[in-house]
């Protein structure tokens, strides 16, 4: 993930991608990520989108109350993420996506992102369905969990007979 964010001390803005090389066809996942104190974040836009074609978006607003000391501090926050298929080979700069709070708009990005023929990416895995950390960076806590309940084998490593502890 490559994250940008906007350059203001709030709201917090991020947007993200979840690759920034594919083949004409495959789909790229553009993800914005607000946290505002001075009102709920809304009206969210991909902005420039060149060479793709928008295929479906989801969104989901959050609120968010800490008490720390006795001061309370209320943020709401908005969760927005495009479905982008490539559809032309060239280097495309998606974005900057923008959100409005308030009377304010404000922007993240751009992105910049390169589209090859049909076969020339490296294949994407897809996100296991069970993974509830959504097939992210490697750090899965509950790796071995669910790939028990899925019937595959926990890895086995090797380990120094001398450091064996008895049951």
């Known amino acids: ?9 709030d709201p917090e803005i ?7 090389r594919l083949a004409v ?4 996942r553009l993800s914005l990520h607000v946290v505002s104190s001075h009102g709920q974040p809304g009206h969210a836009l991909p902005g420039n989108s060149a060479g793709f074609t928008v295929v479906g978006n989801s969104s989901g607003p959050s609120q968010q109350v800490t008490i720390t000391n006795g001061r309370m501090i209320s943020q709401r926050g908005l969760d927005v993420s495009w479905s982008l298929r490539a559809e032309k080979v060239g280097t495309w700069n998606v ?24 076969g020339q ?23 071995s969990l669910l790939d028990s309940l899925n019937g595959q084998p926990s890895p086995r490593y090797p380990t120094d007979p001398k450091l064996a502890i008895d049951a």
């Not at 066809?25 to 790229?28: N, V, Y």
Request: hydrophobic share 35%; aromatic share 6%.
């Open 1 to 9: 993930l490559i994250p940008r964010v906007a350059l203001a001390d």
């Open 14 to 20: 991020s947007a993200t991608v979840d690759t920034q």
């Open 25 to 28: 066809g495959e789909i790229l």
């Open 95 to 118: 974005g900057p996506v923008s959100v409005q709070v308030g009377s304010q708009t404000y922007r993240a990005g751009p992105v910049r992102i390169v589209v090859v023929a049909r």
């Open 121 to 143: 990416s490296s294949p994407r895995s897809a996100p296991d369905p069970l993974d509830p950390f959504g097939g992210g960076g490697g750090f899965d806590p509950f790796r």
